[in-house]
């Protein structure tokens, strides 16, 4: 219990860079528990943590989607997606709270889709998965005893949602 306690301490003395910067590693180490960490930067920064989550999962993915499509470029990978059929599910799957965000951001960096549309998409899916650990992992409790709580998540759900529609009708329809 002790290193826990020294590892929470080291994390706070980082302030908020070393919250991005935990997020963000954990797109490239996925073995790391997102959800606890999320937890845990929305704990200790209030509304900001949820920014700073935000922040650190959608850097991370374009970082990584970067480096893979780098590595597949001078590997001779083949694009083996296109912009119909299989890719359209990659959209679907990336606003998937529990599924890899390592996997989902390999799949697209061996498709053929643009850095700008996976940036676009990233901030987006990112920023929804983020919200859905912040609120439910943290405020649950509170939501019970505030059903208007529950409420408004819910309508950003369904706002986040909606733009991911539009976004994948936009850019790949």
Not at 152 to 165: D, K, M, S
Request: hydrophobic residues 65%; aromatic residues 20%.
């Amino acid at each position: 219990m002790e290193w826990m306690s020294e590892w929470i301490s080291m994390f706070l003395a980082l302030g908020w860079i070393g919250a991005v910067g935990i997020i963000f590693l954990e797109a490239f180490v996925p073995m790391l528990p997102l959800v606890a960490l999320v937890m845990l930067v929305v704990a200790l920064y209030g509304a900001a943590g949820f920014f700073y989550v935000w922040l650190g999962m959608a850097s991370g993915s374009f970082c990584l989607f970067l480096l893979l499509r780098f590595l597949s470029k001078h590997l001779s990978f083949d694009r083996r997606f296109g912009y119909h059929g299989s890719l359209g599910l990659l959209v679907v799957l990336s606003f998937v709270p529990f599924l890899p965000t390592f996997l989902i951001t390999a799949l697209f960096a061996l498709s053929s889709v643009s850095w700008q549309c996976f940036l676009l998409l990233s901030i987006c899916a990112r920023g929804f998965v983020g919200f859905l650990f912040a609120t439910f992992g943290v405020s649950f409790l509170q939501m019970q005893n505030h059903p208007f709580l529950f409420l408004i998540a819910l309508l950003l759900i369904a706002a986040f949602a909606g733009f991911a529609h539009v976004l994948k009708r936009r850019f790949l329809d």
